[in-house]
């Protein structure tokens, strides 16, 4: 049976902090509010109101709609902090008229031709995950209404390549339903953002999604051999290839797009089989400048750990992995080839030469029931067919994200407790970044004064803590997370003054306005800081190529034409 | 004392073969062309005529400018086989007007007003080396003219960021340029492609160049920081970050545009410490196709071997790895930070277990005067300035190319080799792809009987080879090369008969029309067929924005407008 999504807050209703839960949240928080926050009951549809639908669809797409108050309210937001607040508050004026869920690209077409005709904004939506209002928009001038486009029923792993091991995927396949349906091969994506369970394979390419891997793979880009988009002007398909160097690469258009030229409905992605090697070990540091540069070198060693993620004191206290004001350096190392204890004991030796500690022996686990023999070869060259999915006997045991550590569940779960947080009128959210090593120590001060003044300002103080969730030899990725007070009514008003502080804070000092959580609406002034502003001039005209009439995701990474 | 470029062949004059050397060429031809090609003497810049330059230039150009027929002859083509064939004969009716050396920005800026004001094409040029007609205009319709802009001038290293391992370059740096200025700090770009020597960083990224490693980080886009391109409409400059997830990425617009968008100028590259461990290995396979197994399951091993060359039996001999029809496999691993043997011990292992022999034990060295300490980490992360360069004590020994490897030496003076064949007659060209693992026996069959069947019309027979020069997980890129004998006044229309056939055959068994050579003129026709064509109007809008009149490299990549 399906889970029930949550109408306002992130994910599956069953998974939001209960009472008790919340309740214990709260006299936790009392340390930092003086009083714990009072418990705030539960939103509920039935107060929500929202406007008619602004027009009715022809019969052909009317099989594929809904205009039901429910689906609507689920659609109308993102899941970012505002959406949050919005959707608690039961502000649903801006709900899109009518939800699509179409099941073939045919319906992508009509769905186009009846919203260029009748002046109607058409917003793609994936997982609806987005923390920058990516899947938001309020009609308005030109438009007369908003037809979302949810691809979850676009959802399957058509063929598997096991020769050239890439799989074909359509786009509205959540994370959880590429795992399971590769799981029968013994493959796997090896792609876990933290909205792994609800987000899709267009959403991750549409907004240039980070994952599982700390180095080299970081983000989805690094995963697409080819990708096919629907647009207003035809499709807009790339072929499968393993490189190449003819002319600039059309994927790279798509990657990033935001759905403003056109629908994602497929792609060919890069698989591997389940690690069958792992290695994994925590190191903590007094000061964690000290584990910075660390996890510099070891970036640049050329050992590309899986897991190098470096938390701050506050983070390693939030995520329970250090209670004694630590900075914790999580690293892990995976291969379904070879033993990789030679390169966890090299990253080891290095961040304890340099000051690092380590409360246990390194954790290393061989999966001897998965190994994968070889194929018989010169079968496997004349044939692209994949074989039939393995019988129940040598299936792995569980997926990657059951085998979760202590980490990996408090990650996951991370977005319910920020519902959970916004239930008792806090204001919290995160943020993230790249930048280069130079430039780190300045912009992390930086955000670190931006953040402590604005939330001083708006909150009477709050907490600011900071990881690294991806790091590359030139530059580290600082993932931050700040919690303040609200004050009932004005919590937006105290989100937008911290975010504006912040956001200016690392586009001033060589930072990007988004790692991996996309452009959207809210990043807008920050990315006009930071690209080319000819690189805007060139995607209008992308746009007006592929979307002339400028239906698709009006305001969304591009100015509303 | 600067060395003295051919006016008509591949690189400096210095380092074609003499004419004994083209003698023995001449002899060993005779077991494929019945009786040795005679020795033509070789091409007199004397004997050449070209057209007076239509246009006069203002004083302002004046001074970076010039007539000289000597310079106006060598940036008349690039260096592809119709180009040498075409030198050869003293065919420079298309020689460009003027070439201009810019020394900075402003000269570009003039440049542009100049050649928009009166209908002159212009061609940006970084090493001349072009195997795709990438540098090369006959002016024509509503040009009067051309001029080329030859940014050897603009060749300087301009800092060096030692913490985040990021080097600031101009974009006529040529490789050896750029290698000599990084020596001093340590500190290597490894990119090595073939024309090395006289290639320049601009033209690397222009045509998104292939270079030193096998896997990983195969093309110049993986170096690639951040581009400045002036334009037409203005610069185009991207911030320096080691990662970013906002929006599409401008970088990439800019990698492939082969100079129809503007002019490259600077770049940041992200570079290395020389490699400290090195091994190498190579591995004798009775069979290619059983070597091509190999190769894949090491591609996917995770492995990430620097080197991962696999010749087949014709490259192995021709290349004077192999005599006895063997297909061999050149493994390499090297490493700034930790030993490689065990990385090198489970490759061969793989490769063993599967058929292949190791003539002699792997060899491994480990450079134990150039070992870098781990600088002071807090005054490292404080300070973006880069030392002064390190005084000769610590100097390396040589640069890596000078520690050439017979292969790698082969390597480099093939395309010297190509221009004594073109003076002994001969018809050789090399021509690459990549395709997906599952797509190779086929596209390798039909690549083979097409060029087979080519030569066998128009040359009565031929020699084919092939060799992976870089692979992937999900698929080889391989490389042809090709000679049949050459009919005196026919070779151009034998050429285009055999690249016609190979293009062909390549494009519709999945392959690209080219992993590392670029689009240029040449490849257009098959471009054309690869590319989803709403791309191909995208970037037309792209260049309608950045150079409005339509003056840079006119049908170069795209259509002439």
Chains 1, 2 share one sequence.
């Not at 539960?42 to 019969?59: G, K, N, Q, W």
């Not at 009748?118 to 990516?134: D, K, M, R």
Request: glycine share 8%.
């Amino acid at each position: 049976m399906a889970r029930s999504r949550s109408f306002w807050g992130w994910g599956y209703e069953d998974k939001l902090p209960g009472d008790n839960a919340r309740r214990a949240l709260a006299s936790r928080l009392a340390a930092l509010t003086g009083t714990p926050p009072e418990l705030a009951p539960l939103p509920s549809l039935d107060a929500v109101t929202m406007p008619e639908p602004r027009y009715t669809v022809p019969v052909e797409l009317r099989s594929i709609g809904t205009t039901d108050k429910r689906e609507r309210a689920i659609h109308t937001y993102g899941r970012g902090y505002r959406d949050l607040v919005r959707g608690f508050r039961g502000d649903y004026a801006s709900a899109p008229d009518w939800i699509f869920h179409p099941t073939e690209e045919e319906h992508l077409l009509s769905l186009f031709r009846f919203c260029e005709r009748e002046s109607i904004a058409l917003v793609p939506y994936g997982g609806g995950t987005s923390v920058v209002s990516g899947v938001e928009f309020a009609a308005s001038g030109r438009f007369r209404g908003v037809a979302c486009v949810d691809l979850s029923r676009m959802d399957k792993v058509l063929s598997v390549d096991e020769i050239s091991r890439s799989a074909h995927i359509q786009a509205g396949a959540t994370g959880s339903k590429i795992a399971e349906q590769l799981e029968t091969y013994g493959l796997t994506l090896r792609h876990y953002p933290q909205s792994f369970e609800l987000s899709t394979l267009g959403g991750w390419i549409a907004t240039r999604a980070a994952g599982h891997y700390a180095t080299l793979y970081t983000h989805i880009d690094d995963f697409v051999e080819s990708v096919r988009m629907v647009t207003p002007a035809g499709v807009f398909e790339t072929r499968r290839l393993p490189g190449s160097g003819a002319g600039p690469s059309p994927d790279r258009l798509v990657l990033g797009s935001e759905g403003a030229f056109g629908i994602i409905t497929e792609a060919w992605l890069r698989v591997q089989p389940r690690p069958r090697w792992r290695a994994s070990a925590s190191v903590s540091f007094d000061r964690f400048e000290d584990a910075v540069d660390v996890v510099r070198i070891l970036a640049q060693s050329g050992l590309n750990p899986v897991n190098c993620r470096l938390l701050d004191a506050g983070e390693a206290m939030l995520h329970q992995v250090d209670s004694e004001g630590n900075a914790v350096l999580l690293l892990a190392f995976e291969s379904a080839d070879h033993p990789i204890e030679t390169s966890m004991e090299r990253a080891l030796s290095i961040a304890t030469d340099l000051g690092g500690r380590c409360k246990e022996e390194p954790k290393y686990t061989t999966d001897v029931i998965h190994s994968i023999a070889p194929r018989p070869l010169h079968a496997s060259m004349t044939s692209s067919r994949p074989p039939p999915p393995s019988s129940g006997s040598v299936r792995p045991p569980a997926h990657d994200v059951q085998e979760a550590s202590v980490w990996k569940q408090a990650f996951f779960d991370a977005p319910y407790l920020q519902s959970a947080l916004v239930l008792l009128g806090m204001v919290c959210d995160t943020f993230e970044t790249a930048c280069t090593w130079d430039r780190f120590p300045a912009l992390h001060a930086s955000v670190v004064a931006a953040a402590n003044a604005a939330m001083q300002k708006v909150g009477g103080g709050g907490l600011l803590t900071c990881r690294f969730t991806h790091v590359y030899p030139d530059g580290p990725a600082p993932y931050y997370t700040f919690l303040t007070k609200g004050r009932p009514g004005e919590e937006l008003e105290q989100w937008a003054a911290i975010k504006a502080a912040v956001s200016e804070a690392i586009v001033s000092t060589g930072g990007t306005i988004t790692h991996h959580h996309a452009v959207g609406r809210v990043h807008r002034p920050w990315w006009e800081k930071e690209r080319p502003a000819l690189f805007e001039k060139v995607l209008v005209s992308a746009k007006n190529e592929l979307d002339p009439a400028g239906i698709l995701n009006p305001g969304c990474l591009l100015p509303i034409k």
